[in-house]
């Protein structure tokens, strides 16, 4: 029993050192990452492109506290597993090698990185990287990144031009880009896009934390 104890308190310690050192090493980095992609020029859309209540739509469908949380969400129904926050840290940190799964390092330490992004980087700023950077599919063999591509590749118009009905298509896609692919998947795609617009309008919510499909949400 004394040992078996021994080598928990040995674990446990050895745990708050590897994720100390990991939050530490992110929180030194992340301003270096975000410049070289800030000057990059690979962020073609403004936050001001969003008209109407379009951002509305997306946080409420895809990270809905994002601008209360702290870079991890584990309660507000219809978040899922992955904020907009741990979203981007796959894609700055991760360069496509993350291996899903809640108890895994790889997930720990996006955890970790999640929150130590949301305290260097301003949440405006989080949301302007996640809508020029979120993976949205393959379209022609190609892979898609951001709406602005996405609007080019699905539907042939500038991000501006889009109706409300193909901007949802793109929100739509982001949970499962090749489940619910506009060019591929229509079907499936306009009956989530018809669940989307229960839950904006209030006529339906999520029903769990990771009700993010909101499959009793069908018209």
Known sequence: MRRTLKLVTAFAAFMIIAITIQYTVAFIRIPEVVGRVEHS???????????GKRLDWLLKIQDPDF?????????TPGAGYTTITQALTKVLFFNGSFTPGFLRWRKIQQIIIAVA???????????????????????????????SQAAQEYFGKDFQNLTDQEYLALVALLVAPARYSPATQAGENENRVARIRRVIAGTCKPASHSDVYYMDCSP
Not at 124 to 139: K, P, T
């Open 41 to 51: 020029g690979n962020l073609p859309l403004e936050l001001s492109e969003f008209h």
């Open 117 to 147: 992004f949301d305290a260097r980087v301003s949440k405006d700023q989080q949301l302007r990287l996640f809508v020029n950077l979120a993976y949205m599919g393959m379209h022609n063999r190609r892979g898609i990144t951001g709406f």
């Open 67 to 75: 601008y209360q949380h702290r870079g991890v969400d584990l309660a």
